[in-house]
């Protein structure tokens, strides 16, 4: 396996849309020497974007989350979340109503509007349900699985309405040997025991790159040719990346390790354009 | 859709397989009139079994859930349940060590031998499981899911062991209007995130099938064309008895309703032998 | 079911997009009075493009196929295929090379730039496929199924490059009782016996919905909100446009049949804006 | 990696099943040394049967292939094909009328018998199919894939008939360097296209173990502790096994290669008793 230098890969493109988790930092806080990264983006005025499968907050409380840890470079409007993805769903498709949702409240105050109200699954009265035009995944943390999963169910028999999964991943770590199961494997569990069709918004999804895409500063002036895409994980940040037509960087920091990339990217079938150790300019 | 007499049905076989919810009782209760189906069976030397996908519960205590309800006929000796399988399998295929397992701890009492000992993952120290030699998912019930599914998943990321699904189903009934999430969704949500294969017990799976075979009375001598399997749900008993060269037959009173029968059998291509309105002798 | 009146839906949109099988034709030609939405259409100023899943034809001869049954109005620059987003997508990604692939040669045509050649894998050689760069999955009519699809796989095994699937639809109406099956069958059966991830266009994937958005005039000054999708399939026009924020109008003409709609949209959770008798203005 | 020694393995069961290929041959005829494992078993009294995914040919025919090879313990009472699955399942659940097959004309007359007859697809006329009451995928071999798969199709929307896969692997080996897709590749395209559930025969089904089991000479007095599965492929031998309760032993000489075994292992999450470099006692 050939190892690219990630600084001689980043210098060829104009803008650079970075996944987070495994990418810019870990369980354990900041990747060491990622600051480096930004700091030559800036010299250099190259553009970059965090493309992330988050619904868990919004973009400024995801943008003060990166100050917390020491880099104020990651500024709100540098962040595509899949949670973005789910609001502009809401506001075009849903408008008013009630939208019930499973995750924490804070996640939810971010897709009220004035004419859209959220209620937790947990507050639910399941005999009055009328009003509830829609049901969001939002986060694995807010609710009871056992009670609230099962009410979710019963909800979605007794109502025909759209269901967005705003972060399709399925788990995260939670530490360097524990992982955390995501909302992405809890609405698939409900989706498969339901038998309907519900609506998915994070990578691999070309609607993320699309977003991301139309974030940019320059669009539509910057040609996809420009772009790079640097991700860890094969599966979500690669082929999602590829597919959309963006050259792509995988790092070795997170979910693919130095040694089985190989083995992976050759039974997957999903090939970055490099591979470099990190995404750590030094 | 031309409609079958059960009695004139059942009146053709020596052997009668039934599915027990939905067929023989709903969450009211039994199914009004049963009784005389045992009554009918008793007088004209038929045989009988019950073979459910049910693993909260050991074959003594299921027959008496039947007494208590009226029925006496369902001695524990006809009860053929996929607990009984995953019971074999441990005894055929792990032997000792300790069985880890989600469900309550009435359902695991059942799997202890002298050698197999078995702990809730509720109770489990996951930082001490090397004697750990087998997961069993059993029921839906006895843990809390948000801590005890992600417990499974870590445990399972640091011993590869077999994990043995002791009932299928996604959803059981637990009221009129509302349906409860069964332990088969959950054990297929952890399996799709571990990516590794589970073994699975239940109908419509023919070792199911073969179980309940060997435990009639005048087994090898009764041939296959010589028993009905009776059930309301397409997918797990008439997919299952069919496959396994059973005739077969379908009530209407449980998971498939009257007015979508055709329907359900057209789109699925799974085609009962008989279709009844219950299996209701009168 | 309450039905809308095709006319009053549209009138509210600025452009319309439309499906093309179904809605716009059958097997036995043009939907009877589907030339006087396209003169309304022109009448009132409104803007209109066909969506479409179709990689066996270049955008200049499905226009001239529209020409042949006498509708001129649908012009090379408002066809959206998916054979073009296949097309950009070699372009971006794979630039050099040659390119093999599964269909007619006339399909292949349209791929071939100065620096892409394509080669039939009807006309390759397994002994000598160093130079193929991509694999392209474009039409199921121009080879032999039983030589060529083995092939296919033999080449992937020798050679781990981008496979790109240019339709994604499983099967297609050769006549009023007869369905031919699509090429998108045929890549699935190759993508899940070699078990490597295809990049694969198509509605309901937004990728193609985003080309069309791209594609009308006035854009990024029209907003989603403006435009309407027109289909007769839930699972791709409806399903892709509701998810990619457009609304939508069902018809009766295609995959859809006003008896069983209801059923269809309850069941599969798929929900579209309006449901229309067709999509003829009258 | 441990490695077992096969003779040291076989020695503590009384009977053995074998898989045929990649165990006993490959596609350059046997595995050199293996007539030493069958003089084994004779000179120790052992029981043996070869358990094999194959409906090509009927097990007479399967034994002359032994003969020619130049072993004639494997006649054709000891050798448990799918095929005879799908003859017993039409014995006792089809009984009359006209099975339609996919297949050699030669591995459909196994299936003929005084009451049922068989038709190829290959000369069925779709326009009279009012008799067909059953179709059984037997071979790749024996027809056009374009028009007959085609054909396929057509015949299961005009008849909702049983359907039978009388062989689910996906691809053999046909040279060194050579795979062809098998039968039950193809007919999990045409079951994804019509969206019915199919009726399959083959490991890693139980019903292939069971009826294997029912074989054995001295049947029931057999417990399955006994018994020993012999396999080189995880996910058919090895699950099958386990989940029948049988001990299985991974051999190395097939499908899993020595320098992938334990990787594949830790993956899939399928355990075998026992890893062995072959078959082959020395």
């Excluded at 639910?124 to 035009?133: F, G, R, T």
């Excluded at 977003?211 to 994980?233: C, E, W």
Aim: charged share 25%; glycine share 6%.
């Amino acid at each position: 396996m050939i190892l690219d230098n990630f600084k001689s890969v980043i210098s060829k493109y104009e803008v650079v849309f970075f996944d987070a988790f495994g990418v810019l930092k870990t369980y354990n806080g900041l990747i060491p020497g990622i600051e480096n990264t930004f700091k030559y983006l800036k010299e250099n005025g190259k553009d970059f974007y965090v493309v992330t499968n988050d619904a868990s907050r919004s973009p400024d409380q995801l943008a003060e989350s990166y100050v917390r840890l020491g880099i104020d470079d990651i500024t709100p409007d540098r962040i595509i979340s899949s949670g973005m993805l789910a609001r502009e769903y809401l506001e075009l498709k849903v408008r008013n109503g009630i939208v019930a949702y499973l995750g924490t409240d804070n996640s939810a105050h971010y897709l009220e509007t004035s004419k859209l109200k959220t209620v937790s699954i947990r507050s639910l009265n399941l005999d009055s349900v009328a009003d509830v035009s829609a049901l969001v995944f939002l986060d694995d943390e807010g609710f009871d699985w056992n009670t609230d999963l099962t009410k979710t169910l019963n909800l979605l028999r007794k109502r025909n309405i759209p269901v967005i999964v705003a972060n399709t991943d399925k788990t995260y770590p939670a530490s360097k040997s524990r992982l955390s199961i995501a909302v992405g494997a809890l609405a698939k569990m409900i989706e498969d025991t339901i038998g309907r069709q519900f609506i998915r918004f994070g990578k691999p999804d070309p609607q993320m790159f699309i977003f991301a895409y139309q974030h940019i500063k320059n669009y539509p002036d910057i040609s996809k040719r420009d772009i790079l895409m640097v991700g860890d994980t094969l599966h979500t940040d690669i082929l999602g990346g590829n597919k959309f037509g963006l050259d792509t960087a995988l790092v070795l920091t997170g979910n693919t390790q130095a040694e089985d990339a190989e083995v992976r990217i050759r039974s997957a079938g999903i090939i970055p354009t490099y591979i470099c150790v990190s995404a750590v300019v030094d």
